[in-house]
């Protein structure tokens, strides 16, 4: 059974600095999908970015970014220049080719000091 | 991507009764997914909904007590029975329209059970 493992209960970054959240996975498949969603306060879940396990180049979006180490199983998260509105849960989650149902970890809460 | 609406928002209902959560999503999808998100918890699979087919429920969870419809490839219900307090929790719809882009969500409904 695939497993997505985030160690880090909670984090806090000061206003404009960087922050990294850890995720780490368990799968016997070689394709697959990566992704980290943020949910606010407001429960929405939202998608910051995605990584396709077959695509080396590590996925940016705008201050995010992932360091995809696949051999590791490791997807980690890179938040530049935080900012207020980035305060949230984070969850990192699997989906493979073949299956429908996506695995998620059981969250960082991310808090950002002014 | 699809957009889903998803009501009610929030409820606070009695022990003993029952709620219905609807999700309405904007174009034909072949599954849409139940979670559970327990106070502080990540996302648990109840149920995956296909229309025209009995639902599928993931280990600890049984139709008596969250019954599904799907009558059709834009709408699907979950029903909360026979509510206790540990029911309480955030219920999200999902569904999969592209893999690549992973879950679209509902915007959720938290329930209180007093």
């Known amino acids: 059974a695939q497993t997505v493992t985030q160690s880090q209960p909670e984090m806090s970054v000061q206003e404009a600095e960087t922050v990294t959240l850890s995720c780490t996975y368990d799968?016997?498949?070689?394709?697959?999908?990566l992704f980290w969603y943020k949910q606010p306060p407001s429960r929405q879940m939202i998608l910051v970015i995605r990584?396709?396990?077959?695509?080396?180049q590590n996925a940016t979006e705008n201050r995010f970014s992932v360091n995809f180490q696949k051999a590791a199983k490791s997807f980690s998260l890179k938040i530049s220049d935080s900012q207020l509105g980035d305060a949230a849960m984070y969850f990192c989650?699997?989906?493979?080719?073949?299956?429908?149902?996506?695995?998620f970890g059981a969250g960082t809460r991310l808090t950002v000091k002014p | 991507s699809a957009v889903i609406s998803q009501k009610p928002s929030r409820d606070i209902c009695q022990r003993g009764t029952s709620l219905t959560i609807q999700c309405q999503v904007d174009?034909?999808?072949?599954?849409m997914f139940w979670y559970r998100q327990q106070p502080g918890q990540s996302l648990t699979l109840i149920a995956t909904?296909?229309?025209?087919?009995?639902?599928?429920?993931e280990s600890g969870f049984v139709i008596d007590k969250f019954p599904i419809s799907r009558p059709n490839l834009t709408f699907s219900t979950l029903t909360v029975s026979n509510m206790s307090p540990e029911d309480s929790s955030i219920y999200l719809c999902?569904?999969?329209?592209?893999?690549?882009?992973?879950?679209?969500f509902g915007s959720g409904t938290r329930l209180t059970v007093v």
């Open positions: 999902s569904v999969l329209p592209m893999r690549d882009y992973g879950y679209t």
């Open positions: 799968t016997s498949e070689s394709d697959y999908y």
């Open positions: 990584q396709e396990a077959y695509k080396q």
């Open positions: 989650a699997y989906l493979t080719y073949n299956n429908n149902d996506m695995r």
């Open positions: 174009s034909q999808v072949t599954m």
């Open positions: 909904a296909n229309q025209g087919s009995e639902a599928t429920y």
